[in-house]
Every structure is written in structure tokens, then in C-alpha cells.
Nanobody
Framework: QVQLVESGGGLVQTGGSLRLSCAAS????????MGWYRQGPGEQRELVAS???????TYAESVKGRFTISRGNAKNAVFLQMNSLKPEDTAVYYC??????????WGRGTQVTVSS
């Protein structure tokens, strides 16, 4: 079973930047897509950004122009560059690999806190 481990979260001021990393225990080349999700306090988990194996990206409207998802050259890492952070970006951020329509792997998450 593939393990995903997120890192790079932390406390940052409004307007600051963070780069999240998701390290997979094996190559994610066979994954249909890699994605970043987040869950704020009392909220449902939501998609932040995704990247298909074909290179197609999808972003939540709230992060377009500020966040960028990318894949490492070794194809066993996925990154989320987050710029111009806002307090409403505060959440636990999770990495997800999609292997098939109903087959996913999740990481345990990394906390991002943006202070006003």
C-alpha cells in the first residue's frame, strides 16, 4: 500500500508563502491524479488543487492565481506552492493519490495556519 506523507505546513502571516510537499513511498506514475485537499475547523474536506497524469490541473476558485500544484521529477513527490496566503486558507492540508475512480490513498495531513 502506498504511503503519502505531507510536510511543509506551519504558521505564516497573511500575505506569506508556504510550500507543501507530499512524499510517496513509491512512484505515483500509475496514479490517475494527485491532489491536495484541505479541511478547516468545522468544515468539510474540499479539493484545493489536482494534477492528472496527463498534466491537466484543476484549482478551487478560492486559490486560483495564488496556489500552484506540481510534480517532482522523480514522480514520487507532489508539491503545493501557496502564495498570498489568507486567514481563510487555514486548514489541515491532505495529499491524495487517485488510482481508479473509487480507489484513493490519503496522507495524514499537515497543518497550515495563517495569522491576520
Amino acid at each position: 500500500q502506498v504511503q503519502l506523507v505531507e510536510s511543509g505546513g506551519g504558521l505564516v502571516q497573511t500575505g506569506g508563502s508556504l510550500r507543501l510537499s507530499c512524499a510517496a513511498s513509491t512512484t505515483t506514475l500509475s496514479a490517475n491524479a494527485m491532489g491536495w485537499y484541505r479541511q478547516g475547523p468545522g468544515e468539510q474536506r474540499e479539493l484545493v488543487a489536482s494534477l492528472t497524469n496527463g498534466g491537466m490541473t484543476t484549482y478551487a476558485e478560492s486559490v486560483k492565481g495564488r496556489f500552484t500544484i506540481s510534480r517532482g521529477n522523480a514522480k514520487n513527490a507532489v508539491f503545493l506552492q501557496m502564495n498570498s496566503l489568507k486567514p481563510e486558507d487555514t486548514a489541515v492540508y491532505y495529499c491524495r493519490a487517485t488510482w481508479a475512480p473509487q480507489s484513493h490513498s490519503w496522507g495524514r495531513g499537515t497543518q497550515v495556519t495563517v495569522s491576520s
